[in-house]
């Protein structure tokens, strides 16, 4: 059974720093395509970064490039997300998604898999 879950969500102050983390279960990371992305109340859905297993192609929204960074270790099945100075407007519930395909993933946000996802919110 495939699972994904979240955790390292939390409240932090402008400016400040947290690390997002995704365990999954019941498939291999190599074979598939992980990403992550965030919906703020009241918005759409948005891709924030995701990572090729074989290969490791990885791909960021303009609106977190050079702040945040996706990396994962295969040993350990997670696929982690740094997020550095962080800003109000990234404020939303974090999601973990996991499918074979990039295109599918990346270009349609229509995964085979979610997690629960996880709250971030930024504010003084």
């Known amino acids: 059974q495939v699972q994904l879950v979240e955790s390292g969500g939390g409240l932090v102050q402008p400016g400040g720093s947290l690390r997002l983390s995704c365990a999954a279960s019941g498939f291999t990371l190599d074979d598939y395509v992980i990403g992550w992305f965030r919906q703020a109340p009241g918005k759409e859905r948005e891709g924030v970064s995701c990572?090729?297993?074989?290969?490791?192609?990885?791909y960021y929204a303009d609106s977190v490039r050079g702040r945040f960074t996706i990396s994962r270790d295969n040993v350990k099945n997670t696929v982690d997300l740094q997020m550095n100075r962080l800003k109000p407007e990234d404020t939303a519930v974090y999601y973990c998604a996991a499918d074979p395909g990039l295109s599918k993933l990346w270009v349609y946000s229509r995964p085979d898999y979610w997690g629960q996802g996880t709250q971030v919110t930024v504010s003084s």
């Open positions: 990572i090729r297993g074989s290969g490791g192609s990885i």
